[in-house]
């Protein structure tokens, strides 16, 4: 039994060759050997109209050229035809969107990869003004024989007063020998770096530069351990300690205010942990504490945001909320109590994600001169107007958590207050209240007016408006250089602009005269393929190539008629007055169709 055979079943039907027009004049023509016009016309489709408006460019038609630019409006994806920004996006990155709207807009810095603890912490120190000033002050010839305060004074009058937004940071992180690839606690690199610079100022003859480390961020406490017995405290209890910082548990508690109590509460030695007392000779009960002794003008509070667990021996982030207010009363925290230490809150070191060994660090900061926040992101500088959060008092906040590389609770450890991960405006009787899940290091300056009358946060008379000679001369010349780049590439811009504008005009005004009517008996032809390279390219090919569309006698048969387009004299003319020709075509009838062919 045959099967069906359905191979050609859904073949379209072959159209009947003998029976077309084309087919009838290379017929006769192959008979007589005589090629009238109306044989041309025929068989090199002069006759079909001149397109108006077709979807597409028509093969079949000589006299079409539509589609070979776009439509009025229109772009493409590549080419001369492509939008003007992508023109533009080849000249590189333009070097005026990294300019800063003005020197009172702050500038960022660069991450080199894992560097954005030590960027926040930069920050925080630059918005200072009084321990910029004092970097400001710094001899040149100290400055030379110091590298790290060399280019940590570059790095600040870059920030101060350079053009643009945001500041590369590697010769910095270069000179303190940073690995910018490993993330590093910004807790720990502003302890070192606060050491680094206190022995490397030393060598200053300027005294508010030699010791604005000191002036500015050291307090002192006692560890005092008091006899429950003779009530006689112990000879250690009035040795002074140093502090930089303070260091606050915030596990199970809720505000700035339960960890300072925390800090200084007293605790029992008794049982076995009795305290041995020098005047009583033997082991006793007492009480231990810490006192604050002094206070500097800049005091940091570093939060104990995580804890090591035993069981796994890794540290976890404690990712419940923690409060803390707009001005804080440290006075009454002294071992001799005042009402001069008012201090208000001026940054936020914040921890984004839940790995202790990962995350992103960003700083909000307050600028001194008129209150206003910012966010420093690295080379990001964002606006929080006069909250440190963006956002008016009442209102919560998810701005921090939006932007934290993976601030999941997962694996994090949770005061047990029920919170979640905000950042808000509280109010209470301590006045206007902030919180956060991330904050990390929290800084306050001091606002009040010491015994003397003098506002103990002008430790150096700070100027924003002017930097020394010596720093203001590099600045100079790097902004000089700086409006040159910007030049240089505007100046570039807008030649490419009217370049391709020029070039767009050239190829319409072929175009829209290219077509010749059919009745038209001056026209020449040319290549598709060449035309629409031409059409197509910001720069076109030099001279007019027919190659691909001629006979090895350098004419072009019926058989070449899909590959090429019937040109009007007038566009011709204007075509040949940008390009040389490389190969003209002629028309050209060859008997080299088979006779069985029409037999």
């Known amino acids: 039994m045959s099967r069906h ?18 087919y009838a004049a290379l017929k006769r023509i192959h008979s007589t050997g005589a090629i009238t016009q109306d044989d041309i016309r025929q068989l090199y489709s002069v006759w079909k109209p001149v397109c108006q408006g077709c979807h597409g460019n028509t093969k079949d038609s000589p006299n079409c050229f539509c589609g070979l630019i776009p439509t009025t409006g229109g772009a493409r994806k590549t080419g001369l035809w492509q939008k003007n920004g992508e023109h533009v996006g080849s000249l590189g990155p333009d070097p005026s969107k990294d300019l800063r709207a003005s020197t009172e807009t702050p500038a960022g810095l660069t991450n080199l990869g894992a560097t954005c603890y030590a960027n926040s912490i930069l920050q925080c120190l630059y918005m200072n003004t009084s321990f910029r000033s004092g970097i400001f002050s710094l001899e040149p010839d100290i400055l030379k024989k110091q590298p790290v305060l060399d280019q940590l004074a570059r790095l600040f009058a870059q920030l ?6 945001f500041i590369d940071s590697a010769p910095f992180i270069k000179t303190l020998e940073l690995d910018n690839g490993v993330q590093q606690d910004s807790h720990e690199f502003l302890t070192l770096f606060l050491s ?28 005092v351990t008091r006899c429950s017995s003779c009530g006689r405290d112990s000879e250690a209890s009035s040795k002074m300690e140093d502090f930089y910082e303070l260091e606050l548990n915030i596990k199970g508690l809720s505000n700035l205010e339960e960890s300072l109590d925390d800090y200084l509460s007293v605790e029992a030695l008794n ?22 002794r002094s206070l500097p003008p800049v005091v940091n509070f570093q939060l104990k945001r995580y804890v090591f667990l035993p069981k796994t021996t890794t540290k976890k982030k404690i990712s419940s909320s923690f409060s803390f207010p707009g001005q804080l009363d440290m006075g009454k925290r002294l071992s001799d109590p005042s009402s001069n230490y008012i201090y208000d ?8 994600g839940s790995a202790a060994n990962s995350g992103h660090y960003v700083a909000h900061i307050k600028d001194e001169s008129n209150g206003h926040w910012w966010e420093f992101d690295d080379e990001c500088v964002s606006s929080l107007g006069f909250h440190p959060f963006g956002e008016k008092p009442g209102k919560s ?43 990390y290091m929290l800084m306050y300056k001091r606002s009040s007016k010491d015994e003397n009358g003098i506002k103990s946060n002008n430790i150096v008379e700070a100027s924003n408006s002017s930097l020394p000679r010596h720093l203001m001369d590099e600045i100079d010349a790097l902004n000089a ?74 004419k072009v048969p019926a058989s070449k008629v899909t590959s090429m387009k019937r040109l009007s004299a007038k566009a011709w003319e204007k075509l040949l007055s940008k390009v040389r020709i490389f190969s003209i075509c002629w028309i050209l009838f060859l008997r080299i169709v088979s006779l069985t062919r029409f037999a």
Not at 160 to 165: N, Q
Not at 399 to 412: I, M, P
């Open 5 to 22: 055979n359905t191979r050609n079943k859904n073949k379209r039907p072959r159209a009947d060759e003998s029976a077309s027009p084309s």
């Open 271 to 292: 049982g076995e942990n009795q305290y041995s007392c020098e005047s009583c000779q033997k082991r006793v009960d007492a009480t231990r504490c810490i006192k604050l």
């Open 481 to 554: 250089s700086c409006v040159n780049e910007c030049g240089e590439y505007l100046s570039k811009k807008d030649n490419l602009l009217a370049s391709i504008q020029e070039r767009r005009q050239e190829v319409k005004s072929v175009i829209t005269e290219a077509p010749a009517t059919p009745d038209d008996d001056s026209y020449f032809w040319i290549s598709l393929d060449w035309l629409r390279q031409w059409a197509d390219n910001a720069t076109p090919p030099s001279s007019i190539d027919n190659s691909p569309i001629q006979c090895e006698h350098g």
């Open 345 to 352: 809150l001026a940054a936020i070191l914040i921890h984004k």
């Open 196 to 223: 680094l610079l206190e022995r490397s100022l030393s060598y200053s003859k300027v005294t508010v530069a030699k010791t604005i480390v000191q002036d500015l961020f050291r307090g002192s406490v006692s560890h």
């Open 160 to 165: 101060h007063s350079s053009k643009m937004a």
């Open 397 to 439: 906040s998810d701005k921090a958590d939006q932007k934290s590389e993976g601030t999941s609770t997962e694996g994090s450890v949770a005061n047990g207050n029920n919170s979640s991960h905000h950042e808000a405006a509280l109010t209470s009787n301590m006045g206007e209240m902030f919180s956060s899940t991330d904050a």
